[in-house]
């Protein structure tokens, strides 16, 4: 259920995200004047922001799953898998 | 022990791992959307753009205005309008680049590409080969100068 929730969920993000986008800019872009230089820098630094934040909050991550589920953490106590032995 | 807990390995709630996993669909769907929404932005040409026919060759740039003017290696433009520019090539793929107007555009034979751009600072600015193009492709250069109006 949670994997068709899920998909349903991505699916109406990929559909919806760019409509939006279309019609918010449908109406004042019609041949009009534009500095290329603003439009495709201001684009490449929005996309740095997104890829810099997508990069932080990944090796976070990683790096507190590292730490916080090693062997040698304190707070670290077995699997009820590991507790039984089998799985 | 196998499926325990209706088939949650880790035994403990998913849903973390759902919220981070549409977090990223979510980025990416809106990195795609913008890229798209400005490229198409980008390559709406205004209806007054003049037309510039540009010829690439090794290793030089011809220039064809609507008028029938020639010229090589330089292009004279006026500032504030806008031009939409017809590139192609004689021979091999060059790369038709006004690094200071974020221009870049594919000279390739048999097939006339289009970009167009609206110089609003008058001055001199280099004009470039941007794909390898041969022995002198470092020095496929020209000069675009843009004049103010009436100048």
Request: glycine content about 10%; hydrophobic content about 40%.
């Amino acid at each position: 259920m949670k994997v068709i929730i899920g998909s349903g969920v991505v699916l109406a993000l990929l559909a919806i995200l760019p409509s939006i986008q279309y019609v918010l800019a449908a109406g004042d872009s019609t041949g009009e004047y534009l500095d290329r230089r603003v439009e495709i820098w201001g684009l490449f630094y929005r996309l740095m922001i997104v890829a810099f934040t997508v990069g932080t909050v990944v090796s976070g991550l990683i790096v507190w799953l590292v730490l916080r589920f090693r062997e040698s953490n304190p707070k670290a106590k077995p699997t009820s898998y590991e507790e039984s032995g089998s799985w | 022990m196998r499926n325990q807990g209706r088939g949650k390995m880790s035994g403990h709630s998913t849903w973390p791992e759902w919220v981070y996993v549409g977090v990223v669909v979510a980025l990416l769907c809106y990195v795609g959307a913008e890229a798209w929404n400005i490229e198409r932005i980008i390559e709406h040409v205004p209806e007054d753009a003049e037309l510039i026919k540009v010829e690439g060759q090794q290793w030089l740039w011809t220039f064809e205005h609507e008028d029938g003017t020639k010229e090589i290696g330089e292009l004279h433009l006026e500032k504030g309008k806008a031009y939409r520019f017809e590139v192609t090539s004689k021979d091999v793929i060059h790369s038709f680049n006004i690094h200071d107007y974020t221009v870049l555009m594919d000279a390739v034979p048999g097939r006339i590409n289009h970009v167009w751009f609206s110089p609003n600072v008058a001055g001199e600015f280099d004009i470039q080969c941007r794909e390898y193009c041969g022995l002198i492709h470092y020095n496929m250069r020209g000069t675009l100068i843009v004049e103010d109006k009436g100048a």
